[in-house]
Nanobody, 123 residues
Framework: QVQLVESGGGLVQPGGSLRLSCAASGRIIKINAMGWYRQAPGKQRELVAVLTSGTNTNYADSVKGRFTISRDNAKNTVYLQMNSLKPEDTAVYYC?????????????????WGQGTQVSVSS
């Protein structure tokens, strides 16, 4: 019904930057929130940043001032600009589309995840 495709991960040195993108496609009527989560080896998945269909944003304390989330509603795409990257930012980053209104669905809302993209920060 809905697919999320992420891109932009890779290997970067400490202090460097990366930009992640996530495009949603399918029978989408509306996406109420899009965000990024990450999971490092041996750790639980955690919120990085989320942006609602308005302008409300929420960031993890560990990325405030370094990461910026943005969204192109017309393209159902969310971006994560990551600056001043640190080794502890190394993780698989997952895109999430939440409270999605899908045409033809019996459910009022659904949630979807991308396949994940690896971000590695190392010298």
């Amino acid at each position: 019904q809905v697919q999320l495709v992420e891109s932009g991960g890779g290997l970067v040195q400490p202090g460097g930057s990366l930009r992640l993108s996530c495009a949603a496609s399918g029978r989408i009527i509306k996406i109420n929130a899009m965000g990024w989560y990450r999971q490092a080896p041996g750790k639980q998945r955690e919120l990085v940043a989320v942006l609602t269909s308005g302008t409300n944003t929420n960031y993890a304390d560990s990325v405030k001032g370094r990461f910026t989330i943005s969204r192109d509603n017309a393209k159902n795409t969310v971006y994560l600009q990551m600056n001043s990257l640190k080794p502890e930012d190394t993780a698989v980053y997952y895109c999430n589309a939440d409270r999605v209104v899908v045409a033809g669905s019996l459910l009022p809302y659904s949630s979807y995840w991308g396949q994940g993209t690896q971000v590695s920060v190392s010298s």
